[in-house]
């Protein structure tokens, strides 16, 4: 390699660094012209999706098609952090950030007449997961077995969507106390504590592909690279548990006797949302439930077709589309069954009446956050040090991956081979790659995703910010050493962070 020339450097740092403020600029103009707006009477329902850029096109497409919905964005394992284990005594996983240690656990009751028929379906599919990783089916395996390979690919071929609890998951022996607590804290930090709609949605979501190492890259990052299904019903039988309200209102946190908490995943890939639980929906409720069906596929649709385009599928006729995307899920040979977080490039913690109505194009994590409600700043601490750090980690491992393909990127995805279930490699040798396959940043003709560094928006007064940085100096250095930009949206302006002072962009 030759050897690196500091002018050189310099120069594309600087066009770099202007890349980056043209966008921010745009989207800082756009932020501070949306006027504030006075809060809604009883919403006709309200939908908590993850912060994750996919959900800024839905939730987008539900409030269009439903007006008087509320939407609210939150880190998509809803506050609460738990290590599941599966039916069939499978392996315990975290399901939440990473930065955290789940508190409680977990598990996913199974009928006493299915016990046996899960465990031996769980260990034959631990042991076909083993082989596959192993040395031997890599691809002289597939050549020398040819024809008899192909029924396991056709199994995988017949995935019907992100793998999901099949029955409602449970708390494993957590009293009521611990119960109450991660209730109240998923609803303070997501600001949603009055004014509760009749029905209220919590929505995960997880991807759906066949055939891919780097799955889980496409589901929840916020509940360990897993679908977000066990977090969502987690919270609404915490949510919907008499016992639980009681002590809530006990704090001061009343919700309504007739709201009603439900559970769904949204699946990435096909833009279609699975709702769970619904025997355990009032009949009270029964037009509110089919409304709110009706409004999500109808969202779905709309979903898909805005995204058609960037699939290589906008000059399929309308009536075509939705089989189109869909088809896609369940392609073994489909190295791009959807786009992922390609393309993310911003972060904005706000009320959504800021945001509302703005084409953000998927690239956008959208927080709920009501700066006047948070006197402490607790949920300003939280949200800086935990969500944003994600969002960064994510925004970096794209950024990295498009900048420096060969060295941070993990190569051509039809070439992989897994390796021990720890990493791929390119081929049948080298060196383990790292970060993400060419085929998540590449359509095949040109780069989809614009590497620029993550750009976080606050919707709280600048002193306020900076005494968050101050108290949590590793994430003030995100910004400090330019890892990270960030804004403070302040009435009516946009103020661009510098160590040193604010500044009007």
Not at 55 to 68: D, M
Not at 353 to 369: E, I, P, Q, S
Not at 452 to 466: D, F, G, H, Q, S
Request: charged letters at 20%; a neutral charge; one cysteine or more.
């Amino acid at each position: 390699m030759a050897p690196a020339d500091p002018a050189r450097h310099e120069v594309l740092a600087l066009w770099q660094s202007a890349f980056e403020t043209g966008y921010q600029r745009r989207l800082a103009r756009a932020l501070a012209t949306r006027a504030a707006r006075a809060a809604p009477g009883r919403p006709v329902a309200q939908a908590i999706f993850c912060i994750d850029v996919r959900s800024e096109v839905f939730r987008r497409h539900l409030e269009a098609a439903l007006p008087g919905v509320q939407t609210i964005g939150f880190a998509g394992f809803f506050g609460f952090p738990v290590a599941h284990q599966p039916a069939g005594g499978g392996e315990v996983a975290s399901r939440c950030p990473v930065l955290l240690v789940p508190p409680v656990a977990s598990t996913e009751p199974l009928p006493a007449h299915e016990a046996d028929a899960a465990i031996a379906a769980q260990a034959e599919a631990s042991a076909w997961q083993a082989f596959q990783n192993s040395a031997a089916s890599c691809f002289s395996f597939v050549e020398t077995v040819g024809l008899a390979f192909g029924a396991a690919l056709g199994r995988a071929r017949r995935a019907a969507g992100p793998a999901c609890a099949r029955v409602a998951p449970a708390l494993a022996s957590a009293p009521l106390e611990t119960r109450a607590g991660l209730a109240a804290g998923a609803l303070r930090n997501m600001g949603l504590t009055r004014n509760f709609a009749r029905l209220v949605l919590v929505c995960g979501h997880g991807s759906q592909s066949a055939n891919n190492p780097h799955a889980s890259s496409l589901d929840c990052g916020a509940c360990g690279g897993h679908a977000g299904d066990v977090n969502a019903r987690l919270a609404v039988a915490t949510l919907n548990d008499p016992a639980v309200r009681g002590a809530l209102a006990r704090q001061g946190l009343v919700i309504p006797a007739d709201t009603h908490f439900l559970a769904g995943l949204h699946n990435t890939t096909t833009d279609d949302v699975v709702l769970f639980d619904l025997k355990s929906v009032p009949g009270t409720h029964l037009v509110d439930l089919v409304n709110l069906r009706l409004t999500l596929a109808r969202a779905g649709a709309a979903a898909r077709r805005e995204r058609a385009p960037g699939l290589g599928l906008g000059g399929l006729p309308e009536d075509q589309i939705d089989g189109a995307v869909r088809a896609r899920a369940a392609d073994i040979a489909q190295v791009r069954p959807e786009w992922g977080l390609a393309n993310n490039a911003a972060f904005i913690a706000a009320p959504r009446c800021r945001t509302a109505g703005l084409k953000l194009d998927g690239r956008v994590f959208l927080h709920d956050y009501d700066s006047a409600a948070d006197a402490d700043s607790a949920v300003l601490r939280l949200i800086l040090s935990a969500p944003v750090v994600v969002a960064s980690w994510i925004n970096l491992q794209y950024y990295a991956s498009r900048v420096d393909p060969e060295r941070s990127g993990a190569g051509n995805k039809a070439l992989h081979n897994v390796v021990g279930g720890l990493g791929v490699l390119e081929g049948n040798g080298g060196d383990l790659k790292v970060g993400l396959p060419l085929q998540s940043i590449h359509d095949g003709e040109k780069f989809v995703h614009e590497p620029r560094r993550l750009a976080v928006y606050i919707e709280a007064p600048p002193a306020k910010i900076r005494a968050v940085l101050a108290a949590e100096p590793a994430v003030r250095q995100l910004f400090d050493h330019g890892w990270l930009h960030l804004w403070a949206i302040d009435g009516d302006r946009c103020l661009k962070y510098d160590p040193e002072a604010w500044r009007v962009m």
